[in-house]
């Protein structure tokens, strides 16, 4: 993946594409300071660490396009949205919702789960498979739905 930031990043500044520069060198930031906290950790960075943070980077802009929105500020809505979209493109395809929900029948069937005090075994278990793949709030309201 981290080949990918820097070809990206090659190839953005070759073409002059100064937002998808800037977001490629937003995301190395924010995954040089990911390494950092790992190594003070004793850990490494994983492919799925990344991704969750490529998530959380979307989630954050997510709601910050909303934010500029509802406060009338249509440039900045459309810049965070155009940063969601290069993101975007370093993730995996989302699973659809008819995806997510064949995913936590088949967690919940394989971790036991019968009742609510097994939601966090159900998630882990997602998790460790769909990292990168699936909006885990939106995941975690269906299994507390199914279990409930």
């Known amino acids: 993946m981290r080949d990918r ?7 953005a500044m070759k073409a ?14 924010a995954l040089k300071d990911k390494d950092i906290e790992a190594r003070g950790a004793g850990k490494t960075v994983s492919d799925d660490d990344i991704l969750a943070l490529l998530q959380k980077m979307v989630k954050s802009r997510q709601e910050s396009a909303d934010i500029y929105a509802k406060a009338g500020r249509p440039e900045l809505e459309t810049q965070e949205r155009e940063e969601i979209a290069i993101i975007n493109e370093f993730l995996p395809r989302q699973m659809s919702d008819e995806e997510i929900a064949a995913a936590i029948d088949a967690a919940v069937a394989e971790t036991g789960a019968s009742a609510m ?6 998630v882990a278990a997602l998790k460790a498979k769909y990292t990168g793949q699936m909006d885990f709030a939106k995941a975690s309201g269906l299994v507390k739905a199914r279990l409930g």
């Not at 002059?16 to 930031?29: F, N, P, Y």
């Not at 005090?117 to 159900?122: F, P, Y």
């Open 117 to 122: 005090k097994d939601m966090g075994k159900v």
């Open 5 to 11: 930031f820097t070809t990206t990043m090659k190839e």
């Open 16 to 29: 002059g594409d100064k937002r998808r520069l800037a977001t490629v060198r937003m995301i190395q930031a």
